[in-house]
């Protein structure tokens, strides 16, 4: 069996002390039910669009619907591109994509309302 790097260092002179895994040069402990929820949050922090394609920060992509905008009269409407997006990976609200749509300024959208163009 492998043992990881230590997530700290990342040296691979990683050793297990009982149910711990220690790292001789940072003095770093954890677990390894640590490195598996680190694992999976590196697989879960990809962003996908509407159709299922990775989101990369500086992608131009597309409005598949009519988004009504909070406070004003007018909405997003479907086929605006929107060019150079910053996606937020630590979005709760699930407004993941940080972005500035012409003729609305600065906001945030949902990747599931938005293909890659």
Known sequence: MSLPN???CDEN???EDGAL???PMCAHEWTAAETDVAQTDEQESVIHDA???ELQDGDA?????DLKVKGSSSSIKVGTKVKSIRLL???SD???IDC???GFGPMKLKSSFVKKA
């Open 94 to 96: 699930g407004h993941d």
């Open 13 to 15: 002179y990683t050793y």
């Open 89 to 91: 990976h630590d979005a």
């Open 100 to 102: 500035k749509v012409d």
């Open 21 to 23: 895994l220690v790292c």
């Open 51 to 53: 159709v299922g394609n």
């Open 6 to 8: 230590c997530p700290a």
């Open 61 to 65: 992509v597309t409005v598949i619907k």
